[in-house]
């Protein structure tokens, strides 16, 4: 069965910095593209960022870093310079190979996270 959970998620003050976990079992993330969306109160989900070649979304560029390690079988989403704008639950998604290239957009998913709720407030 696949499988992926993230942890990390928290309160954190503006300014501030989390790194998102995303663990997968059942299947191998190096077979698949990851994608990070986030869904905010009254909002739909947007895709944050993505890899295999890594994208982010303008609201982000500079300060989320998306990364991997083959070797966990799991995917990271380093949170730098919080804003009060980035509270929303954040989850991970495994999209599929025959993409040419990973997609912001929840195209092509093969498997969802629970999500994690991130908070920036002070």
């Known amino acids: 069965q696949q499988q992926l959970v993230e942890s990390g998620g928290g309160l954190v003050q503006p300014g501030g910095s989390l790194r998102l976990s995303c663990a997968a079992s059942?299947?191998?993330?190096?077979?698949?593209?990851i994608v990070w969306f986030r869904q905010a109160p009254g909002k739909e989900r947007e895709g944050v960022s993505c890899m295999t070649n890594t994208k982010y979304a303008d609201s982000v560029k500079g300060r989320f870093t998306i990364s991997r390690d083959s070797a966990k079988n799991t995917a990271y989403l380093q949170m730098n310079s919080l804003k009060p704008e980035d509270t929303a639950v954040y989850y991970c998604?495994?999209?599929?190979?025959?993409?040419?290239?990973?997609?912001?957009?929840?195209?092509?998913?093969?498997?969802w996270g629970q999500g994690t709720q991130v908070t920036v407030s002070s």
């Open positions: 059942g299947f191998t993330l190096d077979y698949s593209h």
């Open positions: 998604a495994a999209q599929s190979i025959l993409l040419t290239d990973c997609s912001l957009s929840p195209t092509a998913i093969t498997s």
